[in-house]
């Protein structure tokens, strides 16, 4: 369908994660400059960071703050997705409910059709997060940290849905064995195999952006001089992208996601090194243009007829709550909602997010045509079964498998 040095805190930590997997961000911590002949920019880097950590540790009782309130966002943007596949649009949940889901919600299939848009948000928080956990970090680091985050959760996914849609009582068809192996790499989507996982053309998206992150801010070091520029020329380059209509710079570039992802960017900036104009004109150009391609994307002609009917004011409204919560939570406006069950819920919400859809059609199937349970408790009891089933996927095997494959690739080494 979601992740700067930082230390690294452990399975949970938002310092470690992506958008769309697990737990409670913690502000970042200096690196100590490993020689005396640094330059004035990056010694600068280093002072001011300094100087925020130390007040956020004053702020927080002498330990880093830990930003729970992005765990809460990120279950909620999955939890957007989730009522948009299970009852604001049509295709196959159509066959699990028996009807069209505006059948079965006339009232709130229009609100859940903007669903959809979580997607949107999952892109910002990455950009903040990626940002948070690169900075300072090794490319080996890095490398293994996004792996090992992103494919044990992944693997356990491709194989259950494989497997559930191969049963001869389940009504979807799974994919061949050859295009579930392939699905496995996660490079199913530009080799044109059939995808197992309808939400992993977002995991395609997030790889991208992890692979041009690593190649001009990782590998060469990150200073706030360098995501700036970065942020610049990428813009720059989808729009010539869009511009230019060439496919490879397309597929590289994304110019239809890469605003969100250096929206995010800009504002790990703001919470790195506080209010600054460079920052705030990122991440307002960023919203401008990603407001423009969530339009372009979901709306449609005011038809009454239209299932997925959504207006322009609708749509720029939950791009703007997106970019406007995930600010609030950088600049420490919502550091009182320090609840331990936030971590929980962003714990959850990477193998939620993996699962929900496709074994949802399964469950729903069951719940409404077989048990008769009706539409509002089938959805209910849905999500809470899907929710049931990646608290086991986190910790049965990402907790486990995590650990292992990060310090397995920490240790590898290219010769």
């Not at 600068?44 to 830990?66: F, I, N, Q, W, Y």
């Not at 992944?154 to 497997?163: D, E, F, N, R």
């Not at 994307?297 to 749509?315: K, Q």
């Not at 909602?337 to 971590?343: E, G, I, K, S, Y």
């Amino acid at each position: 369908m979601s992740a700067p040095p930082a230390p690294d805190t452990g399975p949970i930590s938002n310092a470690d994660t992506g958008p769309i997997s697990n737990a409670a961000a913690t502000a970042p911590t200096p690196t100590p400059p490993r020689a005396p002949d640094l330059s004035l920019e990056r010694s600068a880097d280093l002072e001011r960071s300094a100087e925020r950590t130390a007040k956020a540790a004053a702020r927080g009782g002498g330990h880093p703050v830990r930003l729970r309130a992005l765990d809460g966002l990120r279950l909620l943007a999955a939890l957007m997705v989730a009522a948009y596949h299970y009852g604001g649009r049509d295709g196959e949940i159509t066959q699990a409910w028996g009807s069209s889901p505006r059948a079965q919600f006339p009232t709130l299939s229009s609100y859940f059709a903007y669903g959809c848009l979580g997607v949107q948000i999952f892109f910002v928080i990455s950009g903040f997060v990626i940002c948070m956990s690169g900075w300072g970090r090794p490319l080996r680091s890095f490398f293994a940290s996004r792996v090992s985050r992103l494919y044990p959760a992944y693997w356990v996914a491709i194989i259950l849905v494989t497997g559930v849609f191969a049963l001869p009582w389940v009504a979807y068809k799974a994919v061949s064995p050859s295009d579930a192996l392939v699905n496995l790499t996660m490079l199913q989507q530009p080799l044109g195999v059939d995808r197992v996982l309808g939400v992993c053309w977002t995991l395609w998206a997030e790889l991208r952006f992890y692979a041009l992150f690593a190649l001009f801010v990782v590998l060469p070091g990150a200073t706030r001089h360098r995501v700036v520029l970065f942020c610049a020329v990428w813009t720059l380059g989808s729009a010539f992208a869009e511009a230019s209509d060439l496919p490879l710079l397309d597929v590289v570039l994304m110019p239809e996601y890469s605003s969100y992802f250096i929206g995010g960017m800009g504002i790990y900036l703001l919470h790195r090194f506080g209010h600054d104009a460079l920052a705030w004109g990122i991440i307002g150009i960023s919203f401008l243009i990603g407001q423009h391609y969530a339009i372009r994307e979901l709306w449609h002609p005011a038809n009454v007829d239209a299932f997925s009917y959504r207006s322009a004011t609708g749509i720029i409204a939950v791009v703007a709550f997106g970019y406007v919560a995930v600010t609030l939570i950088a600049l420490g406006k919502l550091n009182w909602a320090d609840w331990r069950w936030l971590t929980v819920a962003g714990a959850l919400t990477y193998p939620f997010y993996l699962v929900h859809e496709h074994l949802g059609w399964v469950v729903v199937w069951v719940l409404h045509q077989k048990l008769g349970i009706p539409s509002y408790g089938t959805f209910a009891l849905t999500v809470l079964v899907m929710l049931g089933l990646a608290w086991l996927l986190y910790r049965f095997v990402e907790q486990r498998l995590t650990p292992v494959l990060k310090r397995s690739l920490s240790a590898a080494r290219v010769r």
